[in-house]
């Protein structure tokens, strides 16, 4: 599991956005977002590192938590 701390992530299309991004790198991707501790958990065979460059892409940096 990788849990990583999104500063940026305010609203629900943000919420969106970043289950969106993860979901396009492994669709079968569980994603749990805490928009109130700006947090997210995902459960992926995606590689970590991967789903960080693609956050970060998307506009969303994070780190690991």
């Known amino acids: 599991m990788l849990t990583l701390n ?3 992530m305010s609203c629900g ?3 969106s956005t970043v289950q969106k991004t993860v979901k396009a ?3 079968a991707a569980e994603v749990a ?4 501790s700006k947090t997210v958990r995902i459960e992926s065979t995606a590689e ?3 789903i ?3 956050l970060e892409e998307a506009g969303y940096p994070s780190e690991r938590v």
């Open 52 to 54: 960080v460059a693609a």
């Open 48 to 50: 970590a590192g991967a």
């Open 6 to 8: 999104i500063k940026d």
């Open 33 to 36: 977002t805490d928009l109130a």
């Open 13 to 15: 299309h943000c919420v």
């Open 25 to 27: 790198l492994d669709p």
